[in-house]
């Protein structure tokens, strides 16, 4: 089948659609139980919150991190219908997608246009794209003819503790309650966005009318921090790997792209359910209409898949908050040290 690296690379580029074509058949069975296993643990600590509030805060707060997990759960299945892979009706999986909205408060639509198109795009090097559904990247030359407050401003951000509070809490509650995405294609995709807004508005008031403004953010909100928290983490990992593929357009290739572009997060089995397989990151890139829960199986039956991506473990991926630039001499991620090495410059 294949002699050599470049063989085997280009038996993927030619066979990939056939090779995962079984796995995007979704699974009405697997999807209703997918939402039993998600919404109804999710309520149910929602519940035991509620009561826990006359027995320690510190409970309701051990509780609502265990929550967190299950509200990601939610969201992978919001993430699976914006891809229209969840179920095999489009009118289902977006009634699905937006009720789960209202849960993560990442808007449905809007995310999932965004989402699509950095499948489309991602690796892609131009400055317009390279944002869009991903974290903001600067390569070295464009680091270094940035004014110093600006690259002052790019450190802070990509600071990890910033990273992870600042930045999660402002990607959940601001960034994506405004359209700022200039592409063509995402008019209809910002008109949604305002009745996302209302939707859970609308929500939120419900729920300040029956428990209580006091009540309701004491259990809600931090189940909401705590998985903004998990979420930007995740979405982090996937893409700024030290050997990451990025390229030009005239250079960029989807398959590399997808599979030497994205890790697989190696969790253990039961992190990897409460996380709805999202580390299996490669091949959700190669191919974004498999459902999450055939991700394993196409994996497993398609070893040729696993020659080049970057496996890596919980642990060895907290290392990646160390890459800050991606350099093209090298075509590699690189930290802020390796640069005043390979540059000679603090700034």
């Not at 299945?77 to 489009?90: A, E, M, N």
């Not at 289902?92 to 809007?110: A, H, M």
């Not at 709805?276 to 490669?282: E, L, T």
Request: proline share 3%.
């Amino acid at each position: 089948m294949k002699k050599n690296f470049n063989d085997s690379l280009q038996y993927v580029r030619e066979h990939w659609q056939e090779m995962v074509k079984k796995y995007q058949i979704p699974n009405t069975q697997k999807a209703v139980w997918q939402i039993i296993t998600s919404f109804l643990p999710f309520i149910v600590l929602w519940v035991l919150m509620y009561y826990s509030l006359s027995v320690s805060y510190w409970l309701t707060l051990g509780l609502a991190l265990l929550n967190a997990f299950f509200l990601v759960r939610i969201f992978i299945i919001q993430h699976d219908c914006g891809h229209q892979s969840f179920t095999k009706s489009r009118r289902l999986n977006d009634i699905i997608g937006f009720v789960c909205s209202g849960f993560s408060l990442i808007p449905y639509k809007y995310w999932a246009k965004a989402h699509n198109f950095h499948h489309g795009h991602c690796g892609r090097l131009e400055p317009d794209i390279r944002d869009i559904g991903d974290m903001p990247l600067l390569t070295v030359t464009e680091y270094q003819n940035l004014p110093k407050l600006h690259k002052l401003a790019y450190r802070l951000f990509r600071m990890p503790l910033i990273l992870l509070s600042l930045g999660s809490v402002y990607y959940i509650f601001i960034h994506n309650r405004f359209s700022s995405i200039q592409q063509r294609g995402f008019e209809f995709a910002k008109r949604s966005l305002l009745w996302s807004n209302l939707f859970m508005i609308g929500l939120y008031v419900a729920g300040f009318l029956v428990f209580g403004i006091g009540t309701f953010l004491k259990i809600h909100l931090p189940i909401v921090l705590i998985f903004s928290v998990m979420a930007f983490f995740a979405f982090y990992i996937q893409h700024q790997h030290e050997q990451a593929y990025k390229k030009w357009k005239g250079d960029w290739d989807y398959v590399l792209a997808a599979l030497k572009g994205s890790t697989y997060w190696k969790l253990p089995k039961i992190f990897q359910w409460l996380t709805g397989n999202i580390g299996i990151h490669h091949i959700h890139h190669l191919s974004s209409l498999i459902p999450n829960y055939n991700l394993q199986k196409c994996k497993d039956e398609n070893p040729i898949l696993q020659e080049y991506v970057t496996t890596v473990s919980f642990t060895g991926s907290l290392q990646y908050f160390l890459n800050k630039l991606w350099d093209e001499r090298q075509e590699r991620m690189i930290t802020f040290r390796e640069y005043r090495q390979l540059y000679g410059s603090t700034w």
